[in-house]
């Protein structure tokens, strides 16, 4: 009974986190989905975090905008950050975003606005990024990644306001 009451505790405090609930989108994840009948990445309702493995078949994964509709993963990528990736892509609003972030490790710069995009690198620098009231906050506004802040370290593009 003592333990049965434990698990309850437990469970009972995670779930209240205030963590935005993750989800996980890998090979597996798209296994049965075809083109015909892509995976949906719906980044129309803020609290949700999608981790996008680097090694996914991008032609299976079609991203779900407020103000875009549904669009291709490719094309949602070329229009948020301008290039392509190979590697792990985060989605969702910055704030929920920055708790995702590998630990600084080669130190942070200050975030770059200009042109309707606001760049960061690493995860002080897009903290205070995220802080500051620049970036827009619906979850389509944000992607984090290797090469999202510019360069080659781990970093976010958000659209300003």
Same mark, same amino acid.
């Given at each position: ?7 309850? %505790? ?22 049965? #989905?075809?083109?015909? #009948? ?6 129309? #309702? ?14 299976? %994964? ?100």
């Amino acid at each position: 009974m003592k333990s049965l009451s434990l698990a309850l %505790v437990v469970f009972g405090l995670a779930s209240c986190s205030t963590a935005a609930p993750q989800v996980q989108v890998t090979p597996q994840t798209l296994a049965t #989905h075809s083109a015909s #009948h892509p995976y949906v990445i719906d980044l129309t #309702h803020s609290g949700t975090t999608y981790d996008v493995a680097g090694d996914i078949d991008y032609s299976l %994964v079609r991203v779900r905008t407020a103000s875009g509709g549904l669009t291709t993963m490719e094309d949602f990528l070329s229009r948020r950050a301008g290039q392509k990736t190979g590697e792990r892509l985060l989605l969702g609003e910055l704030d929920d975003l920055v708790v995702l972030l590998p630990p600084d490790s080669d130190g942070v710069s200050e975030a770059q606005c200009g042109q309707g995009t606001c760049t960061c690198t690493g995860r002080k620098d897009c903290s205070d990024l995220s802080k500051s009231g620049k970036c827009k906050s619906g979850p389509s506004d944000a992607i984090c990644g290797k090469g999202f802040g510019g360069g080659s370290k781990w970093g976010c593009t958000c659209a300003m306001k």
